[in-house]
């Protein structure tokens, strides 16, 4: 299986997932560092003030990515190491620090693609309501700008925000995520305001000349347990409901907006009956579909749902009220996820067709698991056999004429993992967290050779 000549292979992190140096060079402190510090919210009590030392091991880091061949690399940019509050002057050294890191990558000859936004608001915004606030949109786009007029001659590739369904319902809807508020009311405004300041920011980018803008979501194909093992079983109507509704709330929520400018009724329904839907302004809709040319998927697992006639709305999913979130019959990840190849594909079609007007990019794919050091070397096989599955599937849906453009594996590194810490592991690098060793995982060598070959 061979790919498209053009195709970018590549790797992603996050700021706070790898960074550490939380408090170096005048960086202000982010939802993050709040929220895990605080008793109960991530496991073992870990935080990212140390993480992977990226900080002050970039350079090295740029080295591994070489040595593996990787034509692009996706990495965060911390809003508080720019704006220490999230507003107001910038500051340099904070942004000199991507300047340098930018200046490694090309120096390898690697691309770099910028995400903006990848979960760590600046504390001090919080403190003025965060995503629930209207204001907060503003002061991304003003951020994003003052980042883009600074690497803008150098960067060509651009992520306004990573994953606005669950900055939005994780972190003010069920509370697994910084902030860790509880409120559908909120939740819903935050997505409104997330989607809002994706549009301001993304013209501003386009003003600025940047070649390539994309939104990056958290889509999957949502499937009925019998549709996990079966593409062709045909749901009845209670069940294809279900199915509807949660694929509408989780992707056609961020997507028709941005793509098309529209909110799905469904959406509007919903936040009526979660504080009203008042946020929504008139002419908002234009501001978040401003153009953007690549819809950036994160793909780990399919959503599987049922009709669950009488249950009340799940906190991360407001609007849900009569589905069943059920299990898949799959073997699963360290994280419990099912794994399920074939759901890429599905999503990518699925995606293609019905927002034509996009290319795509996987812009996460990966999973964890128990991962042992021996010798030296982990032999990470259940890893290597993952990716090869969901590659597989990816050069399916290119046969099958989906549009798109690459892949990025989730992650070069082992990280910070939000409310899970460092104890799942989903690098194809190990770090060795209490020496910063870095060792290339069995599946980061296999990754090298598929780069290599331009296929499998
Ligand atoms: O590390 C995060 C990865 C790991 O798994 C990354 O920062 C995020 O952008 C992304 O959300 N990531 C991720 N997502 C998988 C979510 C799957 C939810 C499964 C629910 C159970 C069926």
């Not at 993480?51 to 061949?69: F, I, S």
């Not at 606030?133 to 503003?138: G, K, L």
């Not at 549709?227 to 989780?250: F, K, M, S, W, Y």
């Amino acid at each position: 299986m061979i790919f498209p000549e053009d195709f970018v292979w590549g790797a992603a992190t996050a700021s706070y997932q790898i960074e550490g140096a939380v408090k170096e060079d005048g960086r202000g402190q982010s939802i993050w560092d709040t929220f895990s510090h605080a008793p109960g919210n991530v496991a073992n009590g870990d935080t990212g003030d140390v993480a992977c030392d990226h900080y002050h091991r970039y350079q090295d880091d740029v080295g591994l990515m070489r040595e593996l061949g990787l034509a692009a690399y996706r990495f965060s940019i911390a809003w508080p190491r720019i704006q220490p509050d999230g507003w107001g002057s910038i500051n340099p050294r904070g942004l000199a620090f991507y300047d340098r890191l930018v200046d490694a990558l090309l120096e390898a000859d690697i691309s770099p693609y910028v995400t903006l936004y990848h979960w760590d608001l600046p504390q001090g915004l919080e403190e003025r309501g965060g995503w629930t606030d209207r204001d907060t949109a503003f002061r991304f786009a003003d951020y994003a700008q003052a980042v883009h007029d600074k690497l803008g001659d150098r960067v060509g590739d651009w992520a306004t925000l990573n994953e606005p369904w669950v900055s939005a319902y994780l972190g003010y809807g069920n509370g697994v995520h910084a902030p860790g508020q509880r409120d559908p009311a909120a939740a819903m405004r935050s997505a409104h305001h997330l989607l809002l300041g994706h549009g301001l920011a993304a013209r501003r980018l386009r003003d600025g000349g940047a070649r390539r803008i994309m939104l990056v979501v958290n889509s999957a194909p949502v499937l009925t347990p019998a549709q996990v093992n079966d593409p062709a079983a045909v749901p009845g109507e209670a069940d294809a409901a279900a199915v509807h509704r949660i694929h509408t709330l989780l992707t056609r929520q961020f997507l028709d907006p941005a793509v098309n400018g529209t909110y799905p009724a469904e959406v509007l329904e919903a936040a009526e009956r979660n504080g009203g839907a008042g946020h929504i302004k008139d002419g908002d809709l234009e501001l978040i579909n401003a153009p953007i040319d690549l819809v950036g998927v994160n793909y780990y697992n399919p959503c599987v749902v049922e009709s669950g006639p009488g249950l009340p709305a799940d906190a991360a999913w407001p609007g849900s009220e009569g589905v069943r979130f059920a299990t898949a019959d799959a073997p699963t990840t360290a994280m419990g996820w099912p794994i399920v190849p074939d759901g890429l594909s599905r999503l990518l079609v699925r995606l293609s067709r019905d927002y034509p007007r996009v290319g795509l990019m996987v812009t996460e794919n990966g999973a964890a698991f128990e991962d042992v050091v021996e010798n030296g070397r982990v032999h990470d096989a259940d890893r290597v056999a993952y990716l090869n599955g969901h590659l597989r599937e990816v050069w399916r849906a290119i046969e099958a004429g989906a549009d798109l453009r690459g892949y990025l594996v989730w992650s070069l590194l082992d990280n910070f993992e939000w409310a899970e810490g460092y104890r799942r592991r989903f690098g194809i690098v190990h770090v060795d967290f209490t020496t910063q060793t870095r060792v290339l995982k069995d599946s980061a060598v296999w990754y090298r050779d598929v780069i290599a070959r331009n296929g499998l």
